[in-house]
C-alpha cells in the first residue's frame, strides 16, 4: 500500500485516513518603518506560519478505519509536534495538530455513519 504522508509514526494511506487534498500555505515576515513621501522601508524577519490542511473521506467500504479519528485525536491531546513526511519522503518539518473537523454522513439507524468528510489542519513548529 502507497502511503500517502506520514505524521510521526501515523501513516497517512487508503486504510487510515485517505485525505484527497493537501493545502500548504507559506508566509515569510517582514517589518515596515513608515518613511515621509515614500513607501515604508521594509526589512526580512525570517519565515512566518507554515499552514498544512489535509481533506478527505473515510469509507469503511472502501477499507478506511474509523478509529483513525481517535488515533489522530489522541496525538493531538499530546501537544507533541511530529514530523511530517510526504509520500516521496521529503521531510516537511515538525508539525503540531492545530484541529480537525468531521462531518459524519449517511446515518445509518444506530447513528453509525457511512461516511466521515474530514479536515485536519497542522502548523509547522520547527
Given at each position: 500500500?502507497?502511503?500517502?504522508?506520514?505524521?510521526?509514526?501515523?501513516?497517512?494511506?487508503?486504510?487510515?485516513?485517505?485525505?484527497?487534498?493537501l493545502n500548504r500555505r507559506r508566509d515569510w515576515r517582514y517589518g515596515a518603518a513608515p518613511r515621509i513621501g515614500d513607501r515604508d522601508?521594509?526589512?526580512?524577519?525570517?519565515?512566518?506560519?507554515?499552514?498544512?490542511?489535509?481533506?478527505?473521506?473515510?469509507?469503511?467500504?472502501?477499507?478506511?478505519?474509523?478509529?483513525?479519528?481517535?488515533?489522530?485525536?489522541?496525538?493531538?491531546?499530546?501537544?507533541?509536534?511530529?514530523?511530517?513526511?510526504?509520500?516521496?519522503?521529503?521531510?516537511?518539518?515538525?508539525?503540531?495538530?492545530?484541529?480537525?473537523?468531521?462531518?459524519?454522513?449517511?446515518?445509518?439507524?444506530?447513528?453509525?455513519?457511512?461516511?466521515?468528510?474530514?479536515?485536519?489542519?497542522?502548523?509547522?513548529?520547527?
Open positions: 500500500m502507497m502511503k500517502l504522508a506520514s505524521l510521526g509514526l501515523f501513516v497517512f494511506d487508503a486504510s487510515t485516513f485517505p485525505f484527497s487534498d522601508a521594509t526589512q526580512y524577519l525570517g519565515p512566518g506560519d507554515e499552514l498544512v490542511t489535509l481533506t478527505g473521506a473515510l469509507v469503511p467500504e472502501a477499507g478506511a478505519r474509523y478509529g483513525s479519528i481517535k488515533t489522530l485525536a489522541t496525538m493531538a491531546d499530546q501537544g507533541e509536534a511530529y514530523p511530517f513526511v510526504d509520500g516521496s519522503g521529503v521531510v516537511w518539518g515538525s508539525f503540531i495538530i492545530l484541529s480537525m473537523d468531521e462531518r459524519r454522513r449517511a446515518l445509518l439507524v444506530d447513528g453509525t455513519p457511512r461516511m466521515i468528510d474530514f479536515t485536519v489542519e497542522l502548523r509547522r513548529v520547527a
